[in-house]
């Protein structure tokens, strides 16, 4: 099977995510996507993150019923900073002889340079990476990221939807709607819930 992984912090999930998502498992014709919420958010340091358990329940609820979307909550089991090369060889043997497909937006691939053993991990994944309303890196510059890295990188094509889960959490904490950038079921958990200070 060619299986997607699409790991985050989820804080909260949104419809950026869920395009990805969606779009990646067409365009890559993936049997399924993993969403894995990250456990110890070790590199979002700077701020508070809503618990692992608020952050799962609003992916299982996003994700709702769907055969192709998955919720593994292989990382907030395992103890201290998960890295994602650790994460990808744990879905390896979880998973063997499936071909993995790490999803990511580009911003989060500018962050390749701070990953662990970045040389391994594209040797684990094929990255399918979607531009977040920026340019996409030329093969050259993907290159001098991490050398190899061109031929590992596949585009996903996608609307630039410009939600992020920062935006999200100002909105909820200034009491602004939700609606229509993550689906209802989210955004009623976390008014009931009162995550964010709203
Ligand atoms: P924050 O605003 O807190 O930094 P975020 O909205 O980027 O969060 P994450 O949970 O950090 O959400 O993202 C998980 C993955 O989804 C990352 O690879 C990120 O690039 C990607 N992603 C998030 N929002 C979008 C979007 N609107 N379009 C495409 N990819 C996205």
């Known amino acids: ?36 919420p990250a456990g110890d958010p070790w590199r979002k340091a700077d701020r508070q993150v809503a618990a692992a358990k608020h952050r799962v ?23 201290g900073p998960t890295y994602t090369v650790d994460t990808l060889a744990a879905l390896g043997d979880q998973y063997p002889g499936d071909e993995l497909f790490f999803l990511l937006g580009q911003d989060a691939l500018e ?7 970045p040389e391994r991990l594209i040797a684990l994944a094929t990255l399918a990476v979607a531009a977040r309303g920026e340019e996409r890196r030329s093969p050259a510059a993907l290159d001098r990221l991490v050398p190899g890295l061109s031929g590992r990188v ?22 602004q709607s939700l609606r229509y950038v993550t689906p209802d079921a989210v955004a009623t958990y976390i008014r009931e819930q009162r995550l964010y200070g709203g």
Do not use: C, Y
């Open 154 to 175: 596949t585009w996903i094509e996608m609307p630039h939807l410009e939600i992020s889960a920062t935006e999200l959490r100002q909105r909820a904490a200034a009491g």
């Open 57 to 79: 329940e609003m992916v299982r609820r996003a994700i709702g019923g769907s055969g192709e979307f998955e919720l593994s909550t292989l990382e907030i089991e395992r103890e």
């Open 1 to 36: 099977m060619r299986l997607g992984v699409l790991g985050g912090t989820f804080d909260p999930v949104h419809h950026g995510h869920l395009v990805l998502a969606e779009r990646a498992r067409e365009q890559l014709k993936l049997g399924k996507v993993l969403w894995l």
């Open 111 to 117: 962050d390749v340079l701070n990953w662990r053993d």
